[in-house]
């Protein structure tokens, strides 16, 4: 493959890797213009990252837990403060370990992409790239801006501040990876709602006879002007069908890379709802640590909210491979088309069914926006659990 054909990817995607290399994490090698997997040296830097994060919070910490003299119920909630600490270092590190051992799928998604914009037709559009690198700025910036003031609240904490701020920085680390997911998700979206464009100017054009020509000027979405497209009618809708087995597999190469930092997301998420239930029944009982409760449910929020962006995320993706389906099937029950287009729009229906475009973390949970009100049944229920629970106590 050309090397050159990975210049507009990484360009759109650098906003996000810069900040990812910063914390030793490298998706790919770029070597002359191309990319591959990585090599040791990028390993090692990763390692030697983890190494001295974990090394430098975990003295602060015990000197911090030495020293403190605490009794009553403000140990209880110190001691659920630093439950809550131990558990974002140690996904940390799994998250790293995880990160390197798919550096081949990190690799095989950007040559997807690669090959995805070829067959749309966009890989010289430099107007596409541009826009969609300007939105990922636009989302990372927010992202960062909304984790600093949270994090300069969390400062007030009880902690020394160097430890603090390395504890906002590893956490940091662990919530860019859900950003990240949602980035590469967005991308197969864009990219399946051109296919879905294409589609539909295919179902508009009445002579099916001749060289059909899509007009630049119709191929507008979300002020994004792409390239012309002009195809042989014989073969328009096997190009898009190639075109979605493509964004199938890029999709089930994130979920791959990606399914370790969802069940994190979901799974730390949870934690905190239990944590900020349980701390707020004793705060209600105890009326004398309002900072400790609203700090938990601040982290409680931020955490929810990143769980249900990553699912509405992951939402749109769905509706637009159900608006997919329901273009192919017009094509299908159109008698005008010929034949061989028909059969086509057949074959192209079935690799929608093979690639469903469901995101899961481990198989287990599906993402979508089901998932939030899974959430809320859950911790419900637990809320009544812990409510019985705590009489005991």
Not at 180 to 190: G, L, S
Not at 283 to 291: A, D
């Amino acid at each position: 493959m050309d090397g050159t054909r990975f210049d507009s990817i990484l360009y759109m995607l650098r906003p996000l890797t810069i900040i990812e290399n910063l914390f030793g994490k490298f998706r790919y090698r770029k070597v002359g213009g191309n990319i591959d997997v990585l090599n040791r040296g990028m390993k090692f830097y990763a390692f030697f990252i983890v190494c001295l994060s974990v090394t430098s919070f975990g003295i602060i910490f015990l000197n911090d837990v030495l020293h403190q003299t605490l009794s009553g119920f403000s140990k209880i909630v110190d001691v659920v403060d630093e439950v809550a600490s131990l558990m974002v270092v140690i996904r940390h590190i799994v998250s790293t370990a995880v990160f390197l051992h798919y550096t081949k799928n990190n690799v095989h998604i950007i040559k997807l992409i690669a090959h995805i914009d070829d067959n749309l037709n966009i890989s010289k559009n430099k107007k596409f790239y541009r826009d969609s690198r300007r939105l990922i700025q636009i989302e990372i910036s927010i992202f960062i801006i909304i984790y600093t003031l949270l994090a300069i609240y969390n400062l007030n904490a009880k902690y020394t501040l160097p430890n603090e701020i390395l504890l906002t920085i590893i956490d940091f680390e662990c919530h860019l990876e859900v950003l990240a997911f949602c980035i590469f998700i967005k991308t197969m979206k864009d990219r399946l709602i051109i296919v879905n464009k294409i589609l539909e100017h295919v179902i508009f054009t009445k002579n099916r006879r001749h060289t059909l020509n899509i007009p630049t000027k119709n191929l507008r979405n979300q002020n994004v002007l792409y390239a012309g497209y002009t195809i042989n009618d014989s073969s328009i809708i096997r190009t898009l069908g190639i075109t979605y087995d493509l964004i199938g597999e890029a999709c089930d190469e994130i979920n791959k890379v990606f399914k370790f930092h969802i069940f994190k997301a979901l799974f730390t998420t949870f934690v905190y709802i239990i944590i900020t239930i349980w701390t707020s029944i004793y705060y209600i009982r105890t009326l004398g640590t309002f900072n400790s409760l609203l700090r938990i449910v601040l982290m409680c929020l931020f955490d929810i909210m990143s769980v249900g962006i990553m699912s509405y995320t992951c939402e749109v993706l769905l509706l637009k491979r159900n608006s997919t389906k329901i273009l192919v099937n017009e094509l299908i029950m159109n008698y005008d088309l010929t034949r061989q287009m028909r059969l086509q729009a057949k074959a192209f229906m079935e690799l929608i069914e093979v690639w469903p475009l469901q995101i899961y973390a481990y198989d287990m949970f599906a993402i979508d926006i089901k998932l939030m009100l899974k959430f809320i049944s859950v911790s419900t229920t637990y809320l009544i659990v812990i409510i019985q629970v705590s009489h005991f106590f």
